[in-house]
């Protein structure tokens, strides 16, 4: 239950400023309206209690539907599950969890508390409000627990897959700076003070070393930028190597979120418009929705739209046929997945040796650059 400052007027038109308790803005608003009172302001007060989280992660996601699927499935009330949630949770997820058990014991339902709190996605409160409609709600919660370990295991491949890469890039790169900075120099003035024409190689390298010490810090600053904003989603890079691993994911997960709205209750149209958000190309998903409510079968949509592939189609086709469109989903999903996965490990597999050999060049020529002038005056000395 979170806390709120206020500013409002009562009947006898007095300013009143104060605090009050509610699980959300809302439900604040309407308390002090049945006290009587016209609002001016209404504002969460920061100063007491955790500060509310802005929104839950994949596996905080999962852990919630897993635990809470296994308490009511066992047979305890909603608000004893989450009170035990509660207890659990920790001073920030305990503190939202709180809020949740005493929206539910006031009387308002778990979707609804779910959305107001802000932490939780779209998908798991439309899956929530389906199982509540159906009286499935145990059933619905351990459908969303596979989605959400689909979509944090698809995460942890990811970064699995490019983190020895990038610490190998990162070391090499580190090395090859510390020489550009500040062993070629000192070997560029050692060499010139002979007077002797250096060798290709080597006037390159002096060339190279120069420009990073000029532009070296520039550079840095920039890719930490370029980082930082790759990193909070505000520049995405297209790297058509990923192109095709992307597509598999996204499919993976669209049609994973599909099965389990679909199995939940929720209509083809409305599942479609909601798993929508999981792809970046979401328009498509919504332009094959509207199609389907304009009378299309689902297969004939996804052909009409022409950006998804036969494989697709033609699983879509025999679930439609066979009256199990949910089950031919989840088939989809778990082959896009494998390929993903597989398209991931040969790309780690393949990174690997490109690094080293790259690096191995650089440093390589680095190396050969300097040797080169010593070999020439050796030659000459004797």
Not at 33 to 49: P, R
Not at 85 to 108: D, H, M, P, T
Not at 222 to 244: E, N
Not at 273 to 280: C, I, K, N, Q, Y
Request: net charge positive; charged share 20%; with cysteine.
């Amino acid at each position: 239950m979170a806390s709120y400052k206020y500013s409002a007027y009562d009947g006898k038109g007095n300013l009143k400023k104060g605090k009050i308790e509610a699980p959300g803005t809302q439900q604040a608003a309407e308390t002090l309206a049945l006290q009587g009172l016209v609002v001016v302001e209404i504002s969460e007060d920061s100063s007491s209690g955790p500060k509310r989280l802005r929104h839950l992660s994949l596996d905080d996601h999962e852990t919630f539907c897993r635990s809470l699927a296994t308490y009511l499935k066992a047979g305890l009330p909603l608000s004893e599950a989450l009170k035990l949630l509660e207890r659990q949770g920790g001073k920030k997820l305990g503190f939202l969890y709180g809020s949740l058990r005493q929206a539910v014991e006031g009387g308002r339902r778990l979707s609804s508390a779910l959305r107001d709190s802000g932490c939780f996605d779209d998908n798991i409160c439309s899956m929530v409000e389906s199982g509540e409609r159906g009286g499935t709600l145990d059933q619905v919660l351990q459908q969303a627990v596979g989605l959400y370990s689909m979509q944090a295991s698809l995460r942890r491949k990811l970064q699995s897959a490019m983190t020895y890469p990038i610490i190998m890039m990162a070391v090499g790169l580190g090395v090859v700076g510390f020489l550009m900075a500040y062993v070629v120099p000192k070997v560029a003035v050692l060499f010139s003070d002979m007077g002797r024409v250096l060798p290709m190689p080597t006037r390159i390298l002096i060339f190279l070393s120069e420009l990073f010490q000029m532009a070296g810090i520039p550079a840095l600053l920039g890719a930490l930028v370029l980082f930082f904003l790759v990193k909070t989603g505000r520049v995405r890079l297209k790297i058509p190597l990923f192109k095709g691993i992307k597509e598999n994911i996204v499919l993976s997960l669209v049609t994973s979120n599909l099965s389990s709205l679909i199995r939940s209750g929720i209509p083809l149209v409305q599942a479609l418009r909601m798993s929508a958000v999981l792809d970046p190309k979401k328009e498509r998903w919504i332009t094959v929705s509207d199609q389907i409510k304009g009378g299309l079968r689902f297969e004939k949509a996804l052909e009409k739209d022409g950006t998804f592939d036969e494989d697709l189609i033609y699983f879509v086709r025999i679930g439609e046929m066979g009256g199990d469109l949910a089950g031919s989903l989840e088939q989809i999903s778990l082959t896009r997945w494998e390929r993903a996965k597989s398209s991931m490990e040969r790309m780690a597999n393949l990174i690997e040796p490109i690094m080293v050999l790259f690096l191995g060049t650089v440093v390589g020529f680095v190396v050969v650059a300097i040797l080169l002038p010593i070999f020439d005056i050796s030659s000459f000395v004797g």
